[in-house]
């Protein structure tokens, strides 16, 4: 009998990917697109790994994720991310530009665009 659960398998999934990107590399990239400025309690790693959780589990909505991810925050801590609260998540999103992922998504799928691979 399988017991593993669709969010225990993203959360899995999701930490071997943020463990493909390197953290100068997101927090280098935060800086130059200005993302790190508007961070005050809500990491940008934080923020990275809610959206890529958000994709993965084909969540409905913010609500969704959030629920997900902090029912999953002891397996999170571990590898220093933080569950974000509905408006914490909806606030950084609505602030933040997106432009901070197109680096990650581009060193994750092996873009020759990025010019990291």
């Given at each position: 009998?399988?017991?593993k659960?669709?969010t ?14 390197p ?32 994709q993965?589990?084909h ?54 665009k990025?010019?990291?691979?």
């Amino acid at each position: 009998m399988n017991n593993k659960t669709p969010t225990r398998a993203n959360v899995i999934v999701l930490k071997q990917i943020l463990n493909l990107i390197p953290r100068g590399m997101i927090n280098r990239h935060a800086l130059e697109t200005g993302v790190e400025a508007k961070a005050r309690t809500f990491s940008v790693l934080s923020h990275l790994s809610a959206m890529l959780f958000a994709q993965l589990s084909h969540a409905i909505g913010l609500n969704d994720v959030c629920d997900w991810l902090r029912l999953k925050s002891a397996a999170l801590a571990r590898f220093g991310v933080t569950p974000p609260a509905r408006n914490t998540l909806s606030n950084a999103n609505k602030e933040r530009s997106a432009d901070f992922t197109v680096i990650p998504q581009e060193f994750i799928i092996g873009s020759k665009k990025a010019g990291w691979c």
